[in-house]
């Protein structure tokens, strides 16, 4: 079936870096743009960043611009967040989604926890 | 980023009519529209309307968006015990280029 499997999150320590992992089955990942979303514990949902297609053009939120990088490889059809220089602010739940116009295909999430 | 504004909550009653708001701007709601999507607690959230206010596939009925300039509208008929939920809208900024979202209102179902 269409689905969206994140991996990657752990517990780390302010400053350093995590890579996580977006696997993408049941459908032609190379037709759609994927999001990364996350949601700090017991609030909203904020938008981090979306690649495209062909992986050009990336887009980020102010908040995550120069510390995380958005990356695709179409040939495992995965999307990858590189996250650099954490702090405690990045704490929370992080979900891909599928933009098909509009988010409509969602991963679990997976917890990332940034703490000394 | 500036986001979309929505109430933090709204309370009805069971088979009642819920109407939730998104108000966002020119550069966003006004432009493309606002897609709406529902989280229940500890789940992901679920696509309920297109920015151009169309249901995807499996979406009851019930749930219809609507948009009058920068302010975009889901309607909830029929109110059931498993609406109660977390409603969020989202809109692409063409101003910010970025994804913006409401802060998300909590439907509470008495």
């Known amino acids: 079936q269409v689905q969206l499997v994140e991996s990657g999150g752990g517990v780390v320590q302010p400053g350093r870096s995590l890579r996580l992992s977006c696997a993408a089955s049941?459908?032609?990942?190379?037709?759609?743009?994927i999001h990364w979303v996350r949601q700090a514990p017991g609030k909203g949902l904020e938008w981090l960043a979306f690649?495209?297609?062909?992986?050009?053009?990336?887009y980020y939120a102010d908040s995550v611009q120069g510390r995380f990088i958005i990356s695709r490889d179409n040939s495992k059809d995965t999307v990858y967040l590189q996250m650099n220089n954490l702090t405690t602010e990045d704490t929370a739940v992080y979900l891909c989604?599928?933009?098909?116009?509009?988010?409509?295909?969602w991963g679990e999430g997976t917890m990332v926890t940034v703490s000394s | 980023q500036a986001g979309l504004t929505q109430p933090p909550s709204v309370s009805k009653g069971l088979r009642q009519t819920a109407t939730l708001t998104c108000t966002g701007n020119?550069?966003?709601?006004?432009?493309?529209?606002a897609a709406w999507l529902q989280q229940h607690q500890g789940h992901p959230p679920k696509l309920l309307s297109y920015?151009?206010?169309n249901r995807p596939s499996g979406i009851s009925e019930r749930f219809s968006a609507s948009r009058s300039g920068n302010t975009a509208s889901l309607t909830i008929s029929g109110l059931q015990p498993e609406d109660e939920a977390d409603y969020y809208c989202?809109?692409?900024?063409?101003?910010?280029?970025?994804?913006?979202f409401g802060g998300g209102t909590k439907l509470t179902v008495l």
């Open positions: 020119s550069n966003n709601v006004d432009n493309q529209g």
């Open positions: 989604a599928r933009e098909d116009n509009d988010f409509d295909i």
């Open positions: 049941g459908f032609t990942f190379t037709n759609y743009f």
């Open positions: 920015r151009n206010n």
């Open positions: 989202s809109a692409w900024d063409s101003s910010l280029s970025a994804w913006v």
């Open positions: 690649i495209p297609h062909n992986g050009n053009n990336k």
